[in-house]
Nanobody, 128 residues
Framework: QVQLVESGGGLVQAGGSLRLSCKFSGRTFNMYAMGWFRQSPGKEREFVAGINWNGGISESADSVRGRFSISRDNARNTVTLQMNSLKPEDTAVYYC?????????????????????WGQGTQVTVSS
């Protein structure tokens, strides 16, 4: 069974930066595409950024493009979300998720329901 553990959340002022990390264990990491999603109270979970199994393809939501970047280290079984120029509207619980790519899938899915495993989430709060 895959386990995902997020870290790096916290409280930051608007304009600041945070770096979220997700540690993957339990299966072969490079058989999975990875994604970051977020959810704030009263809203649906939304795609933030994703990266395919070998890091060759990444996607990000329009709302974070140019501010957030995703990367992965297949030797360390980790995926990272670097968040810069944070805004109060970025406040949410951020979730790491794994999407099985062993069937040769190369694209990054943006739909939460297509991901197979989820972490517990880490809170990010951006104050104005």
């Amino acid at each position: 069974q895959v386990q995902l553990v997020e870290s790096g959340g916290g409280l930051v002022q608007a304009g600041g930066s945070l770096r979220l990390s997700c540690k993957f264990s339990g299966r072969t990491f490079n058989m999975y595409a990875m994604g970051w999603f977020r959810q704030s109270p009263g809203k649906e979970r939304e795609f933030v950024a994703g990266i395919n199994w070998n890091g060759g393809i990444s996607e990000s939501a329009d709302s974070v493009r140019g501010r957030f970047s995703i990367s992965r280290d297949n030797a360390r079984n980790t995926v990272t979300l670097q968040m810069n120029s944070l805004k109060p509207e970025d406040t949410a619980v951020y979730y790491c998720a794994a999407d099985w790519a062993g069937d040769g899938t190369v694209e990054v899915n943006t739909t939460p329901g297509l991901y197979d495993f989820w972490g517990q989430g880490t809170q990010v709060t951006v104050s104005s």
